[in-house]
């Protein structure tokens, strides 16, 4: 039987992570070019490295198959970020060296980014929590492992006195996740955006929690696990 281990993420989990979020995101739908897909997938998941204040990994013999990376209202430190503000600076200066038909992706995807922040400003809600990265591999979906790193993430935003969270998703992720799990569709827009096979409609959702004493899932699988905050 695999064990399944749930811990903080570490800088060796990096890569694989990024494998990940290619994956999830369906990136590869806006480029072939794996240059372009390696700064991306960086720059993205630096972004959210700055912008989280609590992580866990679930590793299965030894791979990290699935992660979520959350926020609450509390102060990161500027010095545990430096070297995700450089590796950030870095990815921006690939970017700015790429040529003109690769940086297409980046402006397309930019579309994206201002519908969230379309979304988060129209929805005049006080979040204290945000689930900044949540992802489980494709082929490990149906086994109970996202519900288990959202329940640890309730717990943790419940023991700091976290009351509402929020989320962003969209149409070609498994939203329905949070529609079958007691989140409430806040927000969505259509976008129009450019992929190698033409021209595409993406739906952009913000999702909303309550924290409680509710969790979404009471059965669990058997774990190993070690989380904290960072």
Known sequence: ???????KIRKSDYSRVKELIIE????????????VL?????????RCL?????SQVVE?????IGLLLGKINKKNKFLKNAPNLLSLF?????????????????????????AYANLIK?????????VVLFIVGEKCRGKGIGRRLVNNYLYFCKSNNVRSLYLFTDSKCNYGFYDNNGFERMGQKQINVNTVNGPSDLGIYLYS???????INKQLPNTRSNFVNQ
């Open 1 to 7: 039987m695999s064990s399944l281990v749930y811990r």
């Open 24 to 35: 999830a995101f369906k990136f590869k739908q806006y480029t072939s070019n794996s240059k």
């Open 38 to 46: 390696d700064i991306f997938s960086e720059t993205y998941l630096r």
């Open 50 to 54: 700055l912008a989280q204040n609590y």
């Open 60 to 64: 299965e013999n030894g791979e990290v």
């Open 90 to 114: 870095i990815c921006w200066v690939r970017a700015l060296l790429t040529d003109k038909k690769n940086k297409a992706f980046f402006l397309e995807y930019k579309k994206v980014s201002d």
């Open 122 to 130: 129209e929805c005049n809600d006080n979040f204290d929590g945000e």
């Open 209 to 215: 929690y309550k924290v409680g004493e509710y969790l």
